[in-house]
């Protein structure tokens, strides 16, 4: 390899793709008690509103298709973390809320999530916790 080359450990979707590999190695023991996955507590933390979505909206804000959106909606059917339903105003759309069981599996799943990625970023000080945070967070343009 020339000197300049980039190591491999210099480019950064390489260390993207490992750090999340290293945060799930945390995040799903940590989801497993809850019989949820990291994937699964996404979807419940999306409709956890006020106003049931329609599974395209979730899916819309997910960024899955709708066919996923789906699947993983009758998953967590199959579970009674979520209940779909028609919409009054149109019949052809199906609303999906959290059932008391997905609320308290989003709460707990929740917290197991923060002690997850607190352990995962235990080797920074709080401060550049936070700046980390707040880089990924400018770099996908989301709050």
């Known amino acids: 390899m020339s000197a300049d080359t980039p190591q491999l450990h210099d480019r950064l979707g390489y260390l993207l793709k490992h750090a999340q590999l290293r945060l799930a190695e945390h995040a799903g023991p940590a989801l497993a008690p809850l019989g949820v996955t990291g994937r699964d507590l996404a979807v419940l933390t999306v409709l956890d509103t006020a106003v049931p979505?329609?599974?395209?909206?979730?899916?819309?804000?997910?960024?899955?298709?709708r066919t996923t959106m789906v699947e993983l909606v009758d998953?967590?059917?199959?579970?009674?973390?979520?209940?779909?339903?028609?919409?009054?105003?149109?019949?052809?759309?199906n609303l999906v809320q959290l059932t008391g069981e997905g609320r308290r599996v989003l709460t707990d799943g929740a917290r197991a999530t923060r002690a997850a990625e607190s352990t995962f970023l235990a080797a920074?000080?709080?401060?550049?916790?936070?700046?980390f945070?707040?880089?990924l967070k400018l770099l996908l343009g989301v709050d």
């Not at 599974?55 to 899955?64: F, P, T, V």
């Not at 998953?75 to 759309?93: K, T």
């Open 133 to 135: 945070r707040k880089s």
């Open 53 to 65: 979505l329609a599974q395209q909206q979730a899916a819309s804000r997910l960024g899955i298709d």
């Open 124 to 131: 920074l000080d709080p401060a550049a916790a936070e700046q």
């Open 75 to 93: 998953q967590l059917e199959g579970r009674g973390l979520v209940a779909r339903g028609p919409d009054p105003a149109d019949r052809r759309r």
